[in-house]
């Protein structure tokens, strides 16, 4: 099947949580998950991964990994670090008014149920 996967890496190593790091792109020096939505595959099956080597022909392919599948789980994360910027208008004990963070009602809707942090940790 073809597939978009988000690339992400396991925060801890024992495997006891499921918070997983984003990745912009794979990477070769480490153990990388790739997560796509597709038809539920159980483990123990082996996978490989190909790229196209040229978008002109249609059978030319490359291999770019190999691996195994994890157990599907609905309840995995995958964390993503952004830094939103704007220029505060107005601070009040916990609030603070940010003016020219958002530009989109579609941007306003995604981070709306988001919780932020400032630099010194306390929520913001």
């Given amino acids: 099947m073809s597939v978009r996967p988000i690339f992400s890496m396991q925060l ?25 939505y597709c038809p539920i595959i159980y ?3 082996k996978i490989i991964c190909f790229t196209k080597q040229n978008l002109d022909a249609p059978v030319a392919m490359d291999v770019v990994a190999s691996g195994i599948v994890l157990p599907p789980d609905p309840l995995k994360v995958i ?6 910027t704007g220029y505060p208008l107005r601070c009040h004990k916990k609030k603070a008014t940010v003016r020219y963070m958002f530009f989109d009602p ?19």
């Fill in 12 to 36: 801890n190593a024992t495997g006891k949580n499921d918070k997983f790091k984003y990745l912009r792109f794979l990477r070769k020096d480490m153990d990388v998950v790739a997560t796509a």
């Fill in 43 to 45: 483990t123990p099956c």
């Fill in 79 to 84: 964390l993503k670090r952004i830094v939103l």
């Fill in 106 to 124: 579609k941007d306003i809707k995604y981070f709306k149920p988001v919780e932020l942090y400032t630099q010194s940790g306390l929520r913001g």
